[in-house]
């Protein structure tokens, strides 16, 4: 195990996709133990109680925000690095910080939650597809109709590899473990504080604009990876994907998720997005691509075919830089 005397981090990075594609999300090993995520949503949610009150002005409750970011990420670079300095003189610590890594990321768990919903349209109907996108999205699920919700379903998938695998693996990548404590931080920040409801809207701030910021690069490269896969793929648009994302990510309402979204809709010749209702109130969002917004089961069965090509993709560049990473190191 000497090519792990320094740990070759895409190396790690590797065997934390294959540990995750092994067990997914561990649910019987989370049964025993607190998630990493758990612990800090439970954090957070001590955070909102105690600063977070209604009585105080829009400003003050901006600013506890920003302090609440702040104090956060301080607290999860501050572990990451305890960690692996611990880590760092172990036997085989290089294993256990790629266990780290496979819990904080979510490859298997996006494709086996995003097949559920289409499995539940098909098996129980429009109400049971419903029922199964609820889980993933805050738009109203009443509003949609069987295309709204396979269209939803393509999109958290999409924006959701780009939050919680790319971006994690990025800030891991260029960190180490501090790098990517604080990059699923602010992703739960966001989570739960990030929306414009009105106890949020001030509160929620900070933590939208530095999950934004985390992912700013993160998203670009998603697109690119799903841009790559279109090329691959027989039933894909290599030219399309990435047309689309140039013209079309701008659209949407968030700064960075319309990059995955333009890219898989250019790349399987469908829009996404649209109007939709979001907590009772319509939002005139616009569409993303120029194909049928009349997503069928064959598309969203080509969507799932994408993102496991996206996520090949993805490892075997992690496989080429651990070579490198050997060779010059």
């Known amino acids: 195990m000497l090519i792990f005397a320094g740990p070759n981090p895409f190396a790690v990075m590797l065997f934390a996709l294959a540990l ?139 924006e959701n590899f780009s939050d919680g695998v790319v971006a994690p693996l990025f800030w891991y990548a260029l960190f180490g473990l501090p790098g990517i404590f604080v990059s699923t931080t602010a992703a739960m920040l966001d989570t739960m504080l990030g929306h414009r409801s009105a106890r949020y809207l001030h509160f929620g701030w900070a933590a939208a604009r530095f999950d934004d910021l985390l992912n700013w690069i993160p998203a670009r490269v998603t697109a690119l990876l799903i841009a790559v896969a279109a090329l691959v793929l027989p039933e894909t648009k290599f030219f399309a994907a990435f047309r689309t994302m140039v013209a079309d990510a701008g659209k949407h309402r968030s700064l960075n998720n319309g990059w995955p979204d333009a890219a898989a809709a250019g790349a399987l010749g469908i829009a996404l997005g649209g109007p939709r209702r979001h907590g009772g109130m319509t939002a005139n969002a616009a569409w993303i691509g120029y194909g049928r917004a009349r997503v069928t089961f064959t598309d969203f069965a080509a969507a799932l075919k994408l993102y496991l090509t996206t996520v090949i993709i993805l490892a075997l560049l992690l496989l080429i830089a651990a070579a490198y990473w050997w060779q010059w190191s």
């Open 20 to 158: 995750d594609l092994a067990f997914g999300d561990m649910k019987l090993l989370f049964r025993f133990l607190p998630h990493p995520m758990v612990l800090a949503g439970r954090a957070i949610v001590w955070f909102d109680k105690r600063l977070n009150r209604i009585a105080r002005s829009d400003q003050s409750r901006r600013a506890r925000g920003i302090a609440t970011v702040l104090v956060m990420a301080a607290v999860a670079a501050a572990l990451g690095w305890i960690i692996k300095q611990y880590l760092g003189v172990a036997h085989f610590g290089w294993l256990a910080e790629a266990f780290l890594v496979a819990i904080l990321i979510s490859q298997r768990g996006l494709f086996e939650r995003t097949s559920a919903i289409g499995r539940a349209q098909q098996q129980g109907g429009l109400a049971a597809g419903r029922a199964a996108v609820a889980t993933r999205t805050d738009v109203d699920p009443e509003s949609l109709d069987e295309h709204g919700v396979l269209r939803v379903a393509i999109e958290s998938l999409f």
